[in-house]
């Protein structure tokens, strides 16, 4: 057998269609391989980055402390990108994530410590109102056939305002959290190796995104929401109940963000209202650095997590070598730039 | 005859009481935000004085720090109003500065709160507290804490944002001259060469940025032993990330605002001293300014050798240090705000 033809056998085994591709030549052959896998770009640019800032920063940079922290750094927008993933997966997009995070981390705090909640109890309701957002976005988005931006525009401001009218915009302080609820706080522990520290945080950041690439690849729902994304009327078609679809991913959306303002809370110490205004844009920019295209269907959530590592570090080594904080967005700007061309290019291939 | 005159007079009241009612003495106030305990605790002041002097206050908000259109909407609102007098913390201070002019040529007196409008005599007053002085205090403090290591500090400066705010940048530097360090331009912060400064980075004024600030900083230099913040948030977000490496216990924090919150981490430890503000003393002295103008059309004059109303500072530290006053988190608490 040809490797062409080894190739094919190995496809046909796993996926339900093949499309017969004759590489021609390098670019080609590269464009496919991109094509086929769409974590790669993501993860090329994070390796030269990290060279660069590695080469010119040397063991500063290299130091397992150093990257752990771009690690702390990236955990909480990376979850919230992980729920921004999947409702951009079905074209669709949420700019409500960082307002339901903070609204959620807001009610845990404050069920803890206005209503004398135990703080397990105060989790699960914060959670639960996480979800019941994103509900509300799936349920507009899906029956009222709102568009996703419009409807999660709305929802955003309603989440915000809220949160900045229940809580007064007090902060609740690390130190009461600490002595009274320490569990609000569980995603700040961390285990150290080395010089490597890893938060909870973190590896709940990290084994979220190997658990949602594994139920978007090889459950059915995954392959739905896939379906959806690409093309909701022949999705529909096929008997994919694609309003249930939408809204199970809004509601998971929301879920995982109300997980995320847990998180947060571990992070900062302290439940603060005005956390995360910026969430949403930094989500998105990691989505579409990460390869995931804003069109839907297309884009691995590997890649998402590729794409809040490239973030986190030219922060951190521009940072670090001294830089003003605005050539960190001038370059993440051009990045997502980039990232797209790169994405309209890649599609070129299956045309 | 008697009839007449007393109709007379009748009419004459009837006609006479909407004009009282056109001179009843009305103010606006606007502020960044109205979330904001600062913000809050300013507007409690304004309408606790309003309601004393007769004054109907308005107040006007925008949406979030850094939405200076809904302040000049809110502007245009008070001088369609026919309000006497504006109390403005202003988002951006240059950008509100033509709406500013505006009010000022329509006979309204306004009064920058909190902070200075570039130019600051874009407007008819400020009361503000002498940010420069609050920043100075907590770097007298410092100096005085570490002495003679002071000579070998690490300081990791945690400002507010990139686009260095008046407030800012009068903090950071008074607190680098309270230090000892020399000023590069004073009307601009990271100008410096001391080599005892780390680096400058940005927290929004949040626990999240500033958490995040004293990381990049950290991982820059780990032997950090003095932090500057711009507001306790701050300085709560910069202590989470030194306890996350074990230095909580050998790292001075100092900090400006004096909230309620911030007192209690001067309490606790987390903070070392930082310099406390009155923002519902500024609120309800502009109200007072505006009563005045709206009386005899006297503006108000600015504190002896100072640009501004001064509306006074306090160093809140539970350590005292020879020759800098202070008040302790006792007396602090009492008076802070939010």
Redesign the interface.
């Known amino acids: 057998m040809s490797e062409h033809e080894v190739d094919a056998t190995i496809v046909a085994r796993d996926a339900v269609a093949v499309f017969d591709h004759q590489p021609r030549g390098l670019l080609s052959r590269v464009q496919h391989a991109l094509h086929s896998t769409p974590a790669l770009v993501p993860l090329i640019v994070l390796v030269l980055s990290i060279a660069l800032f590695g080469s010119l920063l040397g063991s500063?940079f290299f130091s397992s402390?150093?990257l752990t922290?771009i690690l702390?750094?990236v955990a909480?927008v990376g979850i919230v990108g992980a729920a921004q993933s999947l409702v951009i997966l079905t074209a669709g997009i949420d700019l409500s994530v960082g307002a339901i995070m903070v609204l959620s981390s807001v009610i845990m705090g404050q069920f803890t410590f206005r209503y004398g909640l135990p703080p397990a109890v105060a989790i699960g309701i914060g959670l639960m109102v996480g979800t019941f957002v994103g509900f509300i976005n799936g349920w507009l988005i899906a029956r009222i056939k709102l568009p996703p931006f419009i409807v999660t525009l709305g929802v955003w401001q309603i989440a915000l305002a809220s949160n900045?009218?229940y809580s007064?915009?007090?902060?609740i302080?690390?130190?009461e959290i600490e002595t009274q609820a320490p569990l609000l706080q569980f995603f700040?522990r961390?285990i150290s190796i080395g010089g490597a520290?890893f938060?909870y945080g973190v590896i709940f950041f990290v084994l979220l995104v190997l658990l949602l690439a594994y139920v978007l690849r090889h459950t059915a729902w995954g392959r739905h929401v896939y379906a959806v994304g690409d093309d909701p009327d022949a999705a529909e078609l096929s008997g994919v109940n694609t309003k249930r679809i939408l809204i199970s991913v809004y509601m998971l959306s929301g879920l995982i963000c109300a997980f995320a303002g847990w998180a947060?809370i571990g992070?900062?110490?302290?439940v603060?209202?005005?956390?995360?205004?910026s969430a949403n844009i930094e989500s998105i920019t990691a989505v579409v650095i990460g390869g995931i295209s804003l069109f839907g269907g297309r884009g691995s959530i590997l890649g998402m997590l590729f794409g809040a590592l490239i973030v986190g570090v030219f922060?951190?080594g521009l940072?670090?070598l001294?830089a003003?904080?605005?050539w960190t967005y001038l370059l993440i700007g051009a990045l997502i730039i980039a990232a797209v061309a790169v994405d309209q290019w890649i599609r070129k291939v299956s045309v | 005859m008697n009839k007449l005159l007393l109709s007379t007079a009748l009419c004459l009241a009837v006609m006479s009481a909407p004009t009282i009612a056109q001179d009843a003495v009305s103010a606006c106030l606007i502020t960044k935000t109205d979330t904001n305990p600062f913000f809050v605790k300013m507007r409690e002041g304004a309408e606790a004085k309003a309601a004393e002097l007769g004054i109907t206050l308005k107040s006007y908000a925008g949406k979030i720090d850094g939405d200076h259109e809904t302040q000049v909407a809110a502007i245009e609102t008070c001088i369609a109003d026919g309000a006497k007098g504006i109390l403005i913390t202003a988002s951006d201070t240059s950008a509100i500065a033509q709406s500013v002019k505006q009010a000022r040529d329509a006979g309204l007196l306004v009064i920058a709160l909190d902070t200075p409008l570039t130019p600051a005599d874009a407007a008819d007053a400020t009361f503000a507290t002498d940010n420069f002085l609050a920043g100075e205090l907590i770097g007298k403090w410092a100096a005085g804490k570490l002495g003679a290591e002071a000579a070998n500090a690490k300081i990791a400066m945690l400002d507010l944002a990139i686009s260095q705010p008046t407030v800012d940048v009068l903090r950071d530097q008074g607190f680098l001259q309270g230090f000892g360090i020399e000023l590069g331009d004073p009307d601009k912060w990271g100008d410096e060469t001391d080599p005892r400064i780390v680096g400058h980075d940005v927290t929004a004024g949040n626990e999240e940025g500033g958490r995040k600030a004293m990381e990049n900083l950290l991982a820059k230099d780990p032997s950090i032993n003095v932090v500057y913040t711009i507001n306790e948030p701050a300085a709560a977000g910069a202590y989470e990330a030194l306890k996350s490496i074990g230095r909580e216990a050998d790292v001075l924090i100092v900090s400006v605002d004096g909230g309620c919150p911030g007192v209690a981490n001067v309490k606790d430890g987390v903070i070392g001293a930082t310099s406390q503000q009155y923002p519902l003393q500024m609120a309800a002295l502009g109200v007072e300014a505006i009563k005045a103008w709206a009386d005899t059309g006297a503006k108000p004059a600015p504190t002896e050798g100072k640009a501004f109303f001064d509306t006074g500072v306090a160093l809140v530290t539970d350590t005292a240090v020879d020759g800098v006053e202070s008040i302790d988190s006792v007396k602090g608490a009492e008076l802070c705000w939010g």
Request: no cysteine.
């Open positions: 500063k402390f150093a922290l702390q750094q909480i900045f009218l007064g915009n007090e902060t302080r690390a130190q700040g961390s520290v938060t947060l992070r900062i110490g302290s603060s209202p005005t956390s995360g205004q922060s951190l940072r670090l001294g003003d904080a605005q």
